[in-house]
């Protein structure tokens, strides 16, 4: 009976990975160090995929100064990639300065569960994967081949989570940097009480929101 590949895990070490990609090889253990977000397009020369390129290199500085890289990837082979990028370039004046994988035998694809039979069979969907620099899983995001991803959303949800690493808090929904943040639950009454004494904008006693201070 076939088996079906395992999907990597949040809060668990992404797949390690070694690939060529149009900036030379690449492996997951080159981005130790900083964070990293691994994702995937059906295929090149294709309208929505390059709306989505063109809006990831136009916010690319700010994936830097978040020091985060981007690397990208579809089942198409390198001298396609390179074609496709040259393309863009000459027709729509953008380099795209981020590499991308070529996975031909989808064995990253597959690694990662970018292939989803019900969209395609040879086509990885639009998987995005947040990667710590620890190579800690931190989020996933899936996309169908029909639907291009929001290059706002994807850096809001990296500086969420920048932010809770740096300060020990929980964000709520559509969260931007400069508003409130969540205060932790308390765990017990002591810390219940500590927290209705602290003066956080609390509408219950496990619901308490504060500004973020920042030094």
């Not at 020369?45 to 579809?74: D, H, I, W």
């Not at 810390?191 to 973020?212: I, N, Q, V």
């Amino acid at each position: 009976m076939e088996q079906t590949p395992s999907m990597p895990r949040l809060n668990e070490p992404a797949p390690e990975f070694e690939a060529q990609t149009t900036h030379g090889p690449r492996k997951l253990s080159d981005y130790r160090g900083s964070w990293l977000i691994l994702f995937s397009h059906p295929a090149d020369f294709t309208p929505v995929c390059t709306t989505e390129f063109l809006a990831f290199a136009a916010r690319y500085g700010e994936f830097k100064e978040r020091n985060c890289e981007l690397l990208g990837l579809s089942i198409d082979s390198n001298f396609s990639h390179l074609a496709w990028k040259r393309a863009i370039k000459e027709k729509m004046g953008v380099d795209i300065p981020f590499p991308i994988i070529a996975d031909l035998s989808m064995a990253v694809a597959n690694t990662y569960g970018m292939i989803h039979p019900g969209a395609s069979d040879t086509s990885a969907v639009r998987a995005l994967f947040v990667i710590d620099p620890q190579g800690i899983l931190r989020a996933m995001i899936y996309y169908p081949l029909t639907n291009g991803r929001s290059i706002d959303e994807v850096l809001r949800l990296l500086t969420a989570l920048q932010t809770t690493d740096t300060h020990g808090v929980s964000t709520p929904e559509g969260w931007k940097p400069g508003d409130k943040v969540i205060v932790p639950p308390p765990k017990t009454m002591e810390e219940l009480e500590e927290r209705l004494a602290a003066g956080y904008e609390c509408t219950d006693w496990y619901f308490c929101k504060k500004p973020l201070e920042v030094a």
